[in-house]
């Protein structure tokens, strides 16, 4: 990818990781005026991996970006989810139409990797990006941050922004080790797809549940099918390859029922294997100088949010908001943000961390009392209690002036 014509009158941020928080970041502080360059250490975007449930301010700041119809078509629209016993027989389950009825139908579901390639799309040929490289070292000066790269090689920067997820470098280098900040919640996660799995039920989350593990199967569209493993599993330390991990997977769904057997079957063909703790991270502060953290790396809230890539579009939209707004005075911004976002994150942690037990309750009585829950939402108007509160988004989105938005919007390939 060429690089975007530098400009010395903006104030040039680094930004590591380019999944859903880095490219939104990118965008919006592009649209501020500033000139970021994004580095990723994979040598091209993720594909595969999961799919995500997509609405509230995520949604706004997505349809803010002009990437809603293209968001709306590559993505789905579940109608149920259905929990299922030994034989596949549904054992409870709701619709899911409530998420839409409870967001005015701005409600979807769609792969991580695509919302991550159409945010990346927005910023092609606005931004300087680097594939396959990474921060390796960084000091920070009192004018800017000077900057070690994999490959080799020194630059500098005004800022350096850690969008680098869950196991963040930049926050390993400017704050410290991850098991200071890393609050694990007591389950493993492991995704992959197929393609031509059979049987296929369109538009319905299926789930299989038995004491400490839950799997999960969603249908995709091109013939695909998408897994999902969450277990339980104490200790901080996970298989560190893939075949420990798919042996990791053998082990604890070996004596499953239903589906089971045919899956594991299917997990030996494929080498793109999600495999990760089901963690948070909490920490005092998301900043150190001229280094900050958005997106997970600073606020991750883990899958049992079903929130944590709006979260990031969140924190990358408001970090670059506050900067424009302090005309780049960056304590004043990184302070601003922090403000404005600490209390929200955090109920939105502590609800996830309550979810837990529901998504794979650890015991047979657990099971029990969550299908009882569920069977409670066929209930009319249970379902909207109980899901409203949780989907409801108890921050407003900040209007900040953004004077180059619409030279992006129109697609100008070269603003400086
Ligand atoms: C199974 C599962 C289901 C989920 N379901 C939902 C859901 O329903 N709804 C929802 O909103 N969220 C969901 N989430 C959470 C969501 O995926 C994350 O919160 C979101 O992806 C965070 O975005 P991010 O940009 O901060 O980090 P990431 O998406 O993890 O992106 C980080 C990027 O940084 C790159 N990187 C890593 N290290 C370096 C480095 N050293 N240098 C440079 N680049 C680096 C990575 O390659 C990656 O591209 C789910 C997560 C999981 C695991």
Redesign the pocket.
Known sequence: MPSAPQSPDRKAVLI???????PTLAFWLRAAGFQPTL????PE??TGG?????WGL?YDIAERMGLIKEINRVGYRAQELRIVDDRGQRVTGFGTRVFSELTAERYV?LR?SDL?RLLFEKIRGTAEVLFD???VGLQQQPDGVRVRLRHGGERRFDLVIG????????RGLAFGPQREFEKHLGYV?A?FEVAGYRPRDEDVYLMYGQPGRMLGRFTLHDDRTLF?FVFAAEGDTLPGTLDLQKSMLRKTYGEGKWECPQVLQRLEETDEL?F?RVSQIRMESWSQGRVAL????AV????L????????MISAYVLAGELGSAGGRHEAAFGNYEARLRNYITAKQQGAERFASAFAPRTAGGLWFRNQVIRAFAIPGVARFAIGRDIADTLQLPDYRWPQLQELSSGAQALA
């Open positions: 590591s990781g380019a999944g859903i928080a880095g580095i990723e250490r994979a975007l993720r999961y799919v995500i449930d997509f995520g579901t991580r991550s490289s990474e921060i969008a680098d997820g869950l196991h963040s470098a930049v996660v995704a999902l999600y990760d958005a997106g997970d790396a991750c809230v883990s899958l949010a079903g929130q944590g890539s709006a979260l990031a």
